[in-house]
């Protein structure tokens, strides 16, 4: 790996801020200029949250539990709240029961152990039950839980207000895309077959390009003697226009199995979780 990173090896673009979550970072979403996450330490069976401020890394609130200590996870965020489930058996991974949260205060709002979450437009959440073999909808009052209305035999007046917030949504979170070579500009392209010496596993570089700015991510293979092969993660940040190497880095190393959306990118900042525990920021558009 040191071949690849001293071909563009230059001065680095110095880390906006890190966050080291503690635990194996499971998933982590964005809302307003909060990023939230979900943290997992499978030897302690233990589930956790955190928030932090987008800008500068610095938490809100984290290492937040809750009386159910594995069998939880984030469902959604939206605005000022965060959305867990519960599961209906912990051998089902169908989801069930809801709890809303305080995004700026990490406290339990409210909870219901019966409904299963859908959508939320605006201040009302829509969740959903079968009972008798039928299937139910529910408006709820998102900041207090209390039941509005409910749709059974008029369940698809629901159905086509989920399908019309669908169409209408649309996400500040930008993700890579996976490298064609059939299907990428020249510039790019070649940069990118410079940066990865025809080493990097096939299918899994990913990229991201704007304004001069070039966002990569390959694995390679460092240990051909593992069966199969162990791999690393390299993350590199290129100024097209210099030609110069902003940042480069392995962000994880040994891994069985690459995984894709390595980093994404929010009111351009650049974001990726470094060895699955920390979240690192750059600024490379500013």
Same mark, same amino acid.
């Given at each position: 790996? &040191?071949?690849?990173?001293?071909?563009?090896?230059?001065?680095?673009?110095?880390?906006?801020?890190?966050?080291?979550?503690?635990?194996? =970072?499971?998933? =982590? /979403?964005?809302?307003?200029?909060?990023?939230?996450?979900?943290?997992?330490?499978?030897?302690?069976?233990?589930?956790?949250? @955190?928030?932090?401020?987008?800008?500068?890394?610095?938490?809100?609130?984290?290492?937040?539990?809750?009386?159910?200590?594995?069998?939880? %996870?984030?469902?959604?965020?939206?605005?000022?709240?965060? =959305? +867990?489930? %519960?599961?209906?058996?912990?051998?089902?991974p169908e989801h069930r029961g809801i709890r809303i949260i305080d995004i700026e205060t990490g406290k339990l709002l409210w909870?219901?152990?019966?409904?299963?979450?859908?959508?939320?437009?605006?201040?009302?959440?829509?969740?959903?039950?079968?009972? @008798?073999?039928? $299937?139910?909808?529910?408006? +709820?009052? !998102?900041?207090?839980?209390?039941?509005?209305?409910?749709?059974?035999?008029? @369940?698809?007046? #629901?159905?086509?207000?989920?399908?019309?917030?669908?169409?209408?949504?649309?996400?500040?979170?930008?993700?890579?895309?996976?490298?064609?070579?059939?299907? &990428?500009?020249?510039?790019?392209?070649t940069t990118i077959q410079r940066m990865t010496e025809s080493k990097a596993l096939e299918g899994w570089v990913e990229y991201?390009?704007?304004?001069?700015?070039?966002?990569?991510?390959?694995?390679?293979?460092?240990?051909?003697?593992?069966?199969?092969?162990? +791999?690393?993660?390299?993350? !590199?940040?290129?100024? +097209?226009?210099?030609?110069? &190497? #902003?940042?480069?880095? !392995?962000?994880?190393?040994?891994?069985?199995?690459?995984?894709?959306?390595? @980093?994404?990118?929010?009111?351009?900042?650049?974001?990726? !979780?470094?060895? $699955?525990?920390?979240? &690192?920021? /750059?600024?490379?558009w500013k």
């Open positions: 790996m &040191t071949s690849v990173i001293s071909i563009f090896k230059e001065k680095q673009l110095k880390q906006t801020w890190t966050f080291d979550a503690g635990a194996l =970072i499971w998933r =982590i /979403l964005t809302s307003n200029n909060y990023i939230i996450g979900e943290t997992r330490n499978q030897e302690k069976k233990l589930t956790s949250f @955190f928030c932090i401020d987008i800008c500068t890394g610095k938490p809100l609130w984290q290492n937040i539990s809750f009386d159910e200590p594995w069998w939880i %996870g984030i469902e959604s965020v939206k605005k000022k709240w965060m =959305i +867990l489930h %519960g599961f209906v058996r912990p051998d089902m909870r219901n152990d019966y409904l299963s979450f859908w959508f939320i437009n605006d201040e009302k959440l829509y969740a959903h039950r079968y009972l @008798f073999e039928r $299937h139910i909808g529910c408006e +709820l009052d !998102i900041k207090t839980g209390t039941i509005l209305n409910e749709y059974s035999d008029n @369940f698809d007046v #629901l159905q086509n207000l989920r399908q019309k917030i669908s169409q209408e949504f649309q996400h500040d979170v930008i993700f890579p895309e996976v490298f064609d070579v059939n299907n &990428t500009e020249l510039t790019v392209r991201f390009s704007k304004s001069g700015i070039l966002i990569v991510s390959q694995y390679r293979s460092e240990q051909i003697q593992s069966e199969p092969p162990l +791999l690393n993660n390299v993350l !590199i940040v290129y100024n +097209l226009e210099s030609k110069k &190497t #902003l940042y480069s880095k !392995i962000i994880a190393k040994d891994v069985k199995v690459p995984s894709p959306d390595s @980093f994404f990118i929010k009111n351009d900042f650049l974001f990726f !979780i470094e060895h $699955h525990k920390t979240l &690192t920021a /750059l600024s490379p």
